[in-house]
């Protein structure tokens, strides 16, 4: 009764209604009139050949819209528990992965389970922003440990940290390079509070320097476009590129020989609720079966 009321709210026919759920003109009609009189007062008036909304018609149908929607919801979760071959898995991923990994990860995982949907969503790669208790993500790649109750982390592999350095660069071409090599030279880095700004300070100061600050750049993409640019040096992470393909006219990466120049990436999921089952299938893919395939011989 309600999803026809909300069909011919929607400007459709009872005709249409009744042809579409294969039932009388009648039957549609005499529903709707009962609606009302449970309601106490008209919902629906003819206008021509359609029906519109009254006033107290337009307040009801927002509830009944919800109404439907958390009721959809429930058929589709139903849905997944007896067919998890064919559900919606929510991720959330720093960018920094997203440029490779996530794309890499999904690609193994609809292999095996090519039905599941996904649902990518972004998250900040600034320190303790972790997205996966807010209840709307399933699963988050991060290199990030949450302090969140109710988060678990799991590390899957140490992604390794590189020097880029401009194509001209003396350092480049190198094999490796102990970072104290670098410490008279202009940094460029990500702001405060990223987390990698923070690493890359510790690894800086592990080789007896504080690092120059020339530039602070938003994103990693646009720092490396300023070391190729020549106007500094930057620790990256290698975001699945092996630093002997160089590009000409881009940054020049060479491994950092110092120890602990890298960084953990793990896998995020909640704890304070149970994962639908395309979700779950999707962490154990991460957990278990899936193997980076671009990293450098620091792993």
Known sequence: MLRWFQEVADGHTVTEVSEVHRVSQPAVS??????????????????GRVLRLTHAGVVFKRHVDALIHDLDDGVAEVSQLIDPETGTVTVAFQLSLGMWLVPDVVRSFRA??????????????????????????DVELTTRR???????WRRLFAEPLLL???PDHPLAGRPSVWLAAAAEEDFIMLPRPWELRARCEELCAAAGFEPRVAFEADDLPTLRGLVGAGLGVAIVPTMGQDPATQVPGEASLVEIADPGASRDVGVVWPTERRLLPAAELFRRHVLTSY???SLTRRN
């Open 291 to 293: 193997r980076p395939r």
């Open 30 to 47: 005499r529903a709707l009139a009962r609606l009302e009189a449970e309601l106490g007062t008209p919902l629906l008036r003819k206008s």
């Open 146 to 152: 949450p302090t969140e109750p109710g988060a678990q």
């Open 164 to 166: 880029a350095v401009p």
């Open 112 to 137: 095996e389970h090519p039905g599941v949907h996904f649902r990518l969503v972004r998250s900040d790669d600034t320190v303790g922003s972790a997205v996966i208790t807010g209840g709307r993500v």
